[in-house]
């Protein structure tokens, strides 16, 4: 298990989201990690995994504090093949207008952007949805993450698990930001045995 990882731009590595079953990240840029829908059981530690990400579905993209992660980063894979992918620039906004009203000196009504970065490595980003309606934008709430940073790794790995035992892809920021939406059912995925990875 790595206490501390140092940041390295498209580096994999295996995590741990319970002592049985496991997955796959890789730092993309900044804080952002990609997470990938695939999931196995518990790796040899002698072994390095080797296949190629450019063929695996990518879960989401979240923005980690990743030295606050414990019990989570299990080792670098230097046999993978890092995804070569564009990396998603879209999130949720949950702090645009708490920001914006600050910057107008007003109080603005409270409510989730859409917004595209710029850059990966900077803060600047373009709105493209002003309002996240929570009847309108189903598509985009499913679809998106918020860009909070995580740096909780019980509540990440529980998350995780969630996914993996009933199919539900549900964020603690979605169910805060979007009390009313029914929680996205993605589908339970296969657990793989790491022997066949």
Known sequence: ????????DNQVYTIKISD???????HRENNFFEFFDIFFTKPNE???????????????????????LKDFFVQKETLVKPNERTCN?????????????LRQGKTLPE???????KSLRGINYEVLIAYLDEDKH????????????????EKLKAELL???ETGEFWSIAKAHSFP????????????????NL
Not at 91 to 99: G, L, Q, V
């Open 111 to 117: 409510g989730v952007a859409l917004m595209q970065l």
């Open 46 to 68: 002698k072994k390095l995994l080797s296949l190629d990400l450019n063929s695996v579905p990518i879960l989401c993209t979240y923005v980690l504090a990743s030295n606050r």
């Open 138 to 153: 189903i598509n985009e709430i499913y679809q998106y993450n918020s860009s909070g940073m995580i740096g909780n790794s």
């Open 20 to 26: 049985e079953i496991y997955s796959i990240v890789q």
């Open 89 to 101: 620039r879209i999130f949720h906004n949950p702090f645009h207008y708490m920001m914006e009203g």
């Open 180 to 195: 009313n939406v029914v929680p996205y059912q993605k589908g339970k995925p296969q657990i793989l045995s790491v022997e």
């Open 162 to 164: 969630k996914y993996v």
């Open 1 to 8: 298990m790595l206490k501390r990882i140092r940041l390295e």
